[in-house]
């Protein structure tokens, strides 16, 4: 079965601290994706970004980078110099191959981000 | 700037009554789900269509809950009759599987029940 954990409940940091949201996965599967979806107060779900497991090389985008090992089966996000605006629940997710699948979710990190 | 559409918005009911929850997806997306969030579950998938056939309807309480998709631009989650532990913000999402293409999950912005 897969499964998501994300150990994080809370996290509160003062703004331009770095801050990484941690997130392990388990599947049986060989070729699955992973992702991060942000959901501010307002309540919508923002996708942030997708990797398939073949792909382990780290993505930066911005002030966002991920870091993926598959041998930790861990799929890391970082934010660099964060914002009050970042302060939302992230959500790490798995899907089975193809992508366009259904989407298992992790318990999310609630992070507050103050001035 | 294509989007998933959810309506109501917001609904507040009383137990025992029929709720019923509407999805657009995107146009040309083959692909549908139905998630439900609460505080103690989480994100959790009720079910899921591809070309309007049900693939997945596990995660759905079948005595209560019905899902459908009437046509390829409708998806329909009905529960009768409700408890107030449906309280919940239910997620329509929509992709595209086509060939072995990916294409990401694109959710709509919700319907947050109330049941009271």
């Known amino acids: 079965a897969q499964k998501v954990t994300q150990a994080q409940t809370e996290i509160s940091v003062v703004e331009k601290e770095d801050v990484t949201l941690d997130c392990v996965y388990e599947?049986?599967?060989?070729?699955?994706?992973l992702f991060w979806y942000k959901q501010p107060p307002s309540g919508e779900l923002v996708f942030l970004i997708r990797?398939?497991?073949?792909?382990?090389q780290n993505e930066i985008s911005g002030r966002y980078s991920w870091n993926f090992q598959k041998s930790t089966s861990s799929f890391n996000f970082t934010i660099t110099a964060s914002q009050v605006v970042d302060s939302a629940v992230y959500f790490c997710a798995l899907s089975e191959a193809g992508g366009s699948e259904k989407l298992v979710f992790g318990k999310g990190t609630k992070l507050t981000v103050n001035p | 700037d294509a989007r998933v559409t959810q309506t109501p918005r917001h609904k507040v009911t009383e137990m025992g009554q029929e709720v019923t929850m509407r999805c657009q997806p995107i146009?040309?997306?083959?692909?549908v789900f139905w998630y439900r969030q609460t505080m103690m579950q989480g994100l959790e998938l009720l079910a899921y269509f591809r070309n309007r056939a049900p693939l997945d309807d596990s995660g759905m309480p079948k005595d209560r809950f019905s899902a459908e998709m009437p046509d390829a631009t409708l998806a329909t989650l009905k529960i009768q009759p409700s408890e107030p532990r449906d309280s919940a913000v239910y997620f329509c999402?929509?992709?595209?599987?086509?060939?072995?293409?990916?294409?990401?999950?694109?959710f709509g912005p919700g319907t947050r029940l109330t049941v009271l």
């Open positions: 599947t049986r599967d060989t070729t699955y994706y």
């Open positions: 990797r398939n497991s073949f792909d382990e």
């Open positions: 146009l040309g997306h083959n692909t």
């Open positions: 999402a929509s992709g595209l599987v086509q060939g072995g293409a990916y294409n990401e999950q694109f």
